[in-house]
């Protein structure tokens, strides 16, 4: 089982930049793909950026460009750079965790609360 504590979130500017933090527990950190989700107000929760086991990312289309995932399997975390921010990726962000070959990402963290003023 793997247990996130995402941190990074806050109020920024439009335009403005944040990195978003997600430290996991566990000794096979490095065997799972990690996703960050998004819920706005009102909203069903959305797919933003995924980066696998084995290193390949995927993104939303409409964060290509202006987010980037990462992870350091040294360090169990995972990290969404988010740059040229708008009003619209106001959300709670949440990371996820799936094992390798699942289909659901079965574990999540409590998530961030991200606000971009215009």
């Known amino acids: 089982q793997v247990q996130m504590v995402e941190s990074g979130g806050g109020l920024v500017q439009a335009g403005g930049s944040l990195r978003l933090s997600c430290a996991a527990s566990?000794?096979?950190?490095?065997?799972?793909?990690m996703g960050w989700f998004r819920q706005a107000p009102g909203k069903e929760r959305e797919f933003v950026a995924a980066?696998?086991?084995?290193?390949?990312?995927q993104y939303a289309d409409s964060v290509k460009g202006r987010f980037t995932i990462s992870r350091d399997n040294g360090k169990n975390t995972v990290y969404l750079q988010m740059n040229s921010l708008k009003p619209e990726d106001t959300a709670v962000y949440y990371c996820?965790?799936?094992?390798?070959?699942?289909?659901?990402?079965?574990?999540w963290g409590q998530g961030t609360q991200v606000t971009v003023s215009s």
């Open positions: 996820a965790a799936r094992s390798v070959g699942a289909v659901r990402y079965a574990y």
């Open positions: 566990g000794r096979t950190f490095s065997m799972y793909d």
């Open positions: 980066i696998m086991w084995s290193g390949g990312r």
